[in-house]
């Protein structure tokens, strides 16, 4: 946990769904002050209510993406967060969001980058006929999945795959790849 004498940042982590990067991230020992949801119904915000975070979940339906973007960030000032890890969150940041928080920002993506950016990435590296898949973390900028490849991690593609069984071998990958990752990046 976060103290005086420590000054690892605090994390705030942003997901859209079940959230199983998230609980990978938590389960490591990441100090997350709070967790942050779009989608109310998120399957992985009951997961973190259960282990006592704080949640956060707001749908930007309604009140426009400028004022849920306000309010994401003053939740997360409000919970003291330092860095942003985005965990599975399907909503593109405004370039005005990305600037407050520049350098501050991290997502997971399921590709080598910088090939497949974007969706539907394990059917395009099967299409490609890629020897392998994989997963990447990077910084965040205003270019989408565009920023510093932060680490990788490589899965073979076997003869046979779809985009299931990648995604299914990928995500084992992430839960391996990330937390070690994050954990480097909140130390620089
Ligand atoms: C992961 O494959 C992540 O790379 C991608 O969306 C998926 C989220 O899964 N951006 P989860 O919500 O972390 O289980």
Redesign the pocket.
């Known amino acids: 946990m976060s103290n005086d004498l420590d000054s690892t940042p605090r994390v705030g982590i942003l ?8 609980m990978a991230l938590v389960d490591s020992g990441i100090d997350v002050a709070i967790v942050v949801s779009d989608r109310p119904d998120a399957a ?1 915000l009951d997961w973190a209510r259960n282990r006592g975070l704080t949640v956060f979940a707001l749908s930007p339906k309604g009140i426009g993406k400028a004022a849920y973007e306000r309010a994401v960030d003053a939740a997360l000032r409000e919970a003291g967060v330092g860095v942003i890890a985005l ?2 969150y399907m909503r593109l940041l405004s370039d005005d969001f990305v600037a407050r928080w520049r350098g501050q920002i991290v997502n ?3 590709s080598l980058l910088p090939r497949y950016k974007g969706l539907d990435t394990h059917a395009r590296a099967i299409a490609a006929g890629d020897a392998a898949g994989g ?1 990447s973390v990077h910084a965040v900028t205003e270019e989408l999945d565009g920023g510093e490849v932060l680490g990788q991690s490589a899965v073979p593609i076997e003869p046979g795959d779809t985009p299931d069984t990648l ?1 299914a071998r ?2 084992a990958a ?1 839960h391996a790849l990330y937390p070690r990752v994050l954990k480097e990046f909140l130390s620089r």
């Open positions: 997901i859209s769904g079940r959230g199983s990067n998230m992985g965990a599975g997971i993506h399921p997963c995604a990928v995500l992430e």
